[in-house]
């Protein structure tokens, strides 16, 4: 157990609708990261926030939103739903704002299901 | 219909044997290195770092190698074990200020007992 914790495990929607996915980073950990993990994509970046801060952004489409609370937690929302985003929604933690040189905690993901 | 999904590289060992994983890199900036395992159901777990200053560091059973001149990774794991068996992920980051972290395609270690 990596002390990251998300909700919900599963998710099943529809297209054209909106979710929103929450992730708690490990007790002390400032960074959060969001990745996406797809059959044809394999681990892909999103975006990380550091106590509250939009800190970094990698392949995150403008359906998608991201932001970190005073409590340290995240949410990852998804609008207008399409097939292609069916993907692991992982969320990870480090305790700094290096994403390199502090290691990352990955939670044990999302499973987001567009039908 | 048939999905298409990312036809990971494949490794097979048997138990008790050796393995060794590789990974490229294109990054030239990239100072910092990590290997991830990924188990079936679960997030990446990290394994092992190494830093650019260095050719090699071990861990416990398991060894990474760099060379920055091919930009080439490699994960030895020693005396493999069923457990062992997951998809390995190599990533790569620069400390130019941007911390994001690539990650590789992965490998996916199959260990047969």
């Known amino acids: 157990d990596s002390g990251v914790t998300q909700t919900p495990k599963h998710l099943i929607t529809a297209t054209g609708q909106r979710v929103t996915l929450r992730c708690s980073p490990r007790?002390?950990?400032?960074?959060v990261y969001w990745y996406q993990q797809s059959l044809d994509q394999g681990l892909q970046f999103l975006i990380q926030?550091?106590?509250?801060?939009?800190?970094a952004k990698g392949n995150i489409l403008e359906r998608f939103s991201a932001q970190q609370f005073p409590d340290l937690h995240s949410e990852l929302n998804l609008s207008s739903l399409e097939l292609g985003d069916s993907a692991l929604y992982f969320c990870?933690?480090?305790?700094?704002?290096?994403?390199?040189?502090?290691?990352?905690?990955f939670g044990p993901g999302t499973r987001l299901t567009v039908l | 219909g048939e999905s298409v999904g990312l036809h990971l590289p494949t490794l097979s060992v048997q138990e008790g044997d050796n393995s060794i994983i590789n990974c490229a890199y294109s990054?030239?900036?990239?100072?910092?290195f990590i290997w991830y395992k990924q188990e079936s159901g679960k997030g990446p777990q990290f394994i092992i770092d190494?830093?650019?200053?260095?050719d090699k560091r071990q861990g416990q059973r398991v060894t990474v190698l760099l060379n920055k001149t091919v930009k080439h990774l490699s994960l030895q794991i020693a005396a493999t074990q069923p457990g062992d068996s997951a998809v390995y992920f190599c990533?790569?980051?620069?400390?130019?200020?941007?911390?994001?972290?690539?990650f590789g395609i992965g490998t996916k270690l199959q260990v047969i007992p």
């Open positions: 990054n030239s900036a990239s100072d910092y």
């Open positions: 990533a790569d980051s620069d400390s130019g200020g941007y911390q994001k972290v690539t």
């Open positions: 990870a933690s480090s305790v700094g704002l290096g994403g390199g040189y502090n290691e990352q905690f």
């Open positions: 190494i830093r650019s200053n260095m």
């Open positions: 007790s002390g950990d400032l960074s």
């Open positions: 926030y550091y106590n509250g801060e939009e800190r």
